[in-house]
């Protein structure tokens, strides 16, 4: 399942990681996003207020199902976007288009993708020049030997955690929030088991110098 953020569109030489959805959300301009990349919306949610006219009437004519909100909510447009996403029932939710210049936006949006409420559902994120996934339980993420990989506590300690096909590998131990310990590990075999007893662990791969067009599994 894809889902659309309000933020930058997805440079071109990346369009080819995108892999092909059976569900696409947009949340409020993730319309135009959507659009941008020629992909075609399933569901838009929001209180619309950043979207383009033009590019919500050509979504609602080619039978996107339009679900409003008022523009005085406690839920950012995202954050409902990923409720109606999670309504659906879906193994993996990969986000893009959520970091757009607005530093307080990106950070939220991080955090909003880090919260428990989504831990029984795969989280990935395209950010600008990397990619991003969630980990509250164990995760195996796909990479090329010498890629970078980092592995930041969020939201607290990060306890027990286990890394193995890394350069450098983790056996059962704590990464301290705050702490850049595990920035800048690097891909040791072409997959990286990687799991957090107490936590959550965000895991971070730069694109300049990781595989081109792989995915974490």
Known sequence: MLVFGGGDNLAPQHMSRLPVPHLVIAADSGVDRARAHGVRIDLAVGDFDSVTAAGLLDAEREG???????????????????????????ERILVVAIDGGRPDHLLANVALLADRRFAGV????FLD?????????????????????????????????????????????????????????????????????????????????????????
Do not use: Q
């Not at 795969?122 to 994120?125: P, V």
């Open 64 to 90: 996107t199902r339009i679900v409003r909100h008022p523009t005085a909510k406690a839920e950012t447009d995202l954050e409902l976007a990923l409720i109606e996403a999670m309504a659906t029932g879906p």
């Open 129 to 217: 020049g990397g990619e991003l996934s969630v980990i509250h339980d164990k995760r195996a993420l796909t990479g090329t030997v010498g890629a970078l990989l980092s592995l930041l506590p969020y939201g607290g300690d990060a306890e027990g955690v286990y890394a193995s096909g890394l350069h450098y590998p983790l056996g059962g131990e704590t990464l301290s929030a705050g702490s850049p310990r595990g920035v800048s590990n690097l891909f040791a075999a072409s997959v990286a088991e990687v799991s957090v007893t107490r936590g959550t662990l965000l895991a971070i791969r730069p694109w300049d110098r990781a595989e081109s067009g792989a995915l974490p599994a």
């Open 122 to 125: 795969t989280i990935d994120a």
